[in-house]
């Protein structure tokens, strides 16, 4: 069983930038593709960002590429979301989750365990 829990989010400016954080507390950690998710009020949601098993591949939706990064550091079961000039549109709920594939894993369906998630909230 993999438990993940999120932490970092907040309130910020258009912007501005924030950095969250996912920890696991299952075993085999760096036997997990990672990707983060999030939804906004009345909206499905959506794929953010991905790491594959060692950090070495990464994949990103289109409207974050060059603004956020994904990186992981398996020796502390963690990994992170750096997201600069943040957007009002991008507030949200932010989630963690972890798939049991040595890929990068961008399809919702197929992440096997989720995290609470944590809110992020951009004023415009």
């Known amino acids: 069983q993999v438990q993940l829990v999120e932490s970092g989010g907040g309130l910020v400016q258009a912007g501005d930038s924030l950095r969250l954080s996912c920890v696991s507390s299952?075993?085999?950690?760096?036997?997990?593709?990672m990707g983060w998710f999030r939804q906004a009020p009345g909206r499905e949601r959506e794929f953010v960002a991905a790491?594959?098993?060692?950090?070495?591949?990464?994949y990103y939706a289109d409207s974050v590429k060059g603004r956020f990064t994904i990186s992981r550091e398996n020796a502390k079961n963690t990994v992170t979301l750096r997201m600069n000039s943040l957007k009002h549109e991008e507030t949200g709920v932010y989630y963690c989750?972890?798939?049991?594939?040595?890929?990068?894993?961008?399809?919702?369906?197929?992440?096997?365990?989720w995290g609470q998630g944590t809110q992020v909230t951009v004023s415009s």
């Open positions: 989750a972890a798939d049991v594939t040595f890929g990068v894993v961008t399809t919702i369906d197929e992440y096997d365990y």
């Open positions: 299952g075993r085999a950690f760096s036997a997990y593709a």
């Open positions: 790491v594959n098993w060692n950090g070495g591949r990464t």
